[in-house]
Every structure is written in structure tokens, then in C-alpha cells.
């Protein structure tokens, strides 16, 4: 792998399992750090998701944070109470976030091999779970919200492997760049939305927003 490039190394591993949350709901959002994980088509083994539709299946099988999301919280919310593991990620690699990858990213972490397809939408839990609102308006004002993987190809991931980015099939695709899009509502350049829309692993829901701004264009 000595031509490819180097990303990171692993930071932490967690799974969780699904528990009794709030609103009647049950959520795996808090979860905790393991040294070896198996990952499979629908992502960590052991791991749980509540709610397969926000979270989990074959295209949100892997949730990664950037490094510095915990720090960045505790900085702008010093009475919150926090721990690694609160906000549902299953993976951290140092050096990695949203300005550091793409869409359609192609990583290769121990043996597995992930695809990026979509950015994370912080949602409610995030705050609930803090027991402090308006964290996860921050973390979205902020773009440090995550993103997640298809698995590619099975395999196991240890503590301190190492992060390769294999391919990059669409350079322009940035996080950053597509969560201002995604997030900007008179944003409507038809140019620019036809290029997203070619991105073939990106997730429907986003592409579904942006072909109700072409159609607004």
C-alpha cells in the first residue's frame, strides 16, 4: 500500500447496543470502545442501530466522527457532561473530516473497505442524551457532523490500523462543500446540482433535495 495514501490511524472502535431512550423510542446512540471488530454488509458486528432508516442498512453501515467533535462540544458547552462513544459513532481515525473526504471515498481500514455515501444529519438524541439543547444545532452550524460508509468488502478492523484511501472517483464532491449546498435553500445553480447528481454512491434522500431545487431553478 506504499503508493496510496495515508488518511489516519484508528482512534477508537464502539458498538452498542439498542436501549430504552426517550419519546418512547429506543436508540444505540451511546456506545462504547471495543479493540477488534468484524465488519460485515450491515456494518460492526454486536453493533445495534434503533432505526434503520436514519441509521444503519447497507448504505449507513458505518458511522465515522471527526477526531476533534468531543473537544470542539466541551469547548462551547463546558457544563455538559460528555464521554467518547455518546454521539453514535462506531469509528474515529485521527486527520479525518468532513474537509478530508468525499463522496464516493473509498478507504481501506484493516482488512475492510468502506465507501462514503452520505454526510450524518445530527438529529434530537444528540441533545437529549446531553441533557442541553441546541448541540446539535451547533455540530451542524459547525459541519462536524460525520459521515457514513457502504461496506465494500468484509473484513476485521483493529485498534490503531491504519487508513487508506484506495480511490477517489469524485474529487469536487467534498462533505463540506455538499453540506453548505444541502443546507442553503435559494441555492439552486443547475450546473452544480446536474455534477452531484452524477455522484452515483451518494444517498437518495440528499439527491432527492437537490432534484426538487432543479425543478425550482
Known amino acids: 500500500m506504499n503508493n496510496l495514501r495515508l488518511m489516519g490511524k484508528v482512534q477508537r472502535l464502539q458498538i452498542g447496543e439498542a436501549l430504552p431512550f426517550a419519546r418512547e423510542q429506543t436508540s444505540a446512540i451511546n456506545k462504547y470502545k471495543v479493540e477488534s471488530v468484524e465488519v460485515i454488509e450491515t456494518g460492526f458486528v454486536g453493533d445495534e442501530q434503533a432505526d434503520q432508516f436514519f441509521h444503519g442498512g447497507h448504505i449507513q453501515a458505518v458511522h465515522q466522527m471527526p477526531v476533534e467533535v468531543y473537544a470542539l462540544i466541551k469547548s462551547n458547552f463546558p457544563s455538559v457532561i460528555i464521554y467518547e462513544g455518546m454521539l453514535g459513532e462506531n469509528i474515529i481515525i485521527n486527520d479525518m473530516n468532513e474537509s478530508t473526504v468525499c463522496i464516493g471515498d473509498i478507504y481501506q481500514v484493516g482488512s475492510v473497505q ?21 448541540v446539535a444545532k451547533f455540530l451542524q452550524d459547525y459541519k462536524c457532523i460525520g459521515w457514513y460508509y457502504k461496506v465494500m468488502q468484509k473484513g476485521v478492523i ?39 447528481l452524477q455522484v452515483e454512491p451518494l444517498e437518495r434522500s440528499f439527491k432527492d433535495v437537490l432534484r426538487k431545487r432543479l425543478r425550482m431553478s
Open 158 to 196: 483493529q485498534q490503531h490500523d491504519e487508513c487508506f484511501l484506495i480511490d477517489r472517483p469524485y474529487p469536487f464532491a467534498n462533505l463540506d462543500k455538499l453540506w453548505d449546498i444541502y443546507n442553503d435553500k435559494t441555492f439552486n445553480d443547475p450546473i452544480e446540482i446536474e455534477k452531484w
Open 114 to 134: 468502506m465507501q462514503v455515501t452520505r454526510p450524518r444529519r445530527p438529529c434530537w438524541k444528540i441533545d437529549t442524551l446531553l441533557s442541553k439543547s441546541g
